[in-house]
């Protein structure tokens, strides 16, 4: 089992841009599609903001598009989510996982985007 572990939020200014990372334990290189999921406060789903396929497609919510950037290496197992123009709707935790099976969720990064 592939265990995931986030990292790089933070508290941030609205405006302001966080670079959040994905590591995972083994390859993923066979993963079709990858994603970045977002908690808010107080709810239990988790609402995939951006994914990308071995293919290198990226796809993206409508309230992300054009501020945040998905990619992955897979020669290090590794996807990031670059955030940039962060709104306070931005606020929440932050995981990664196969989109298609996912494995077990890991712990999350927070990210809170506040004055």
């Known amino acids: 089992q592939v265990q995931l572990v986030e990292s790089g939020g933070g508290l941030v200014q609205p405006g302001g841009s966080l670079r959040l990372s994905c590591v995972a334990s083994?390859?993923?290189?066979?993963?079709?599609?990858i994603g970045w999921y977002r908690q808010g406060r107080g709810e239990q789903q988790r609402d995939l903001v951006a994914?990308?396929?071995?293919?290198?497609?990226?796809t993206y919510a409508d309230s992300v598009k054009g501020r945040f950037t998905i990619s992955r290496d897979n020669g290090s197992n590794m996807v990031t989510l670059q955030m940039s123009s962060l709104e306070p709707d931005d606020t929440g935790v932050y995981y990664c996982?196969?989109?298609?099976?996912?494995?077990?969720w890991g712990q999350g990064t927070q990210v809170t985007v506040s004055w």
């Open positions: 996982n196969d989109v298609a099976a996912p494995f077990d």
């Open positions: 083994g390859s993923i290189f066979s993963i079709w599609a």
């Open positions: 994914k990308i396929t071995v293919g290198n497609i990226q």
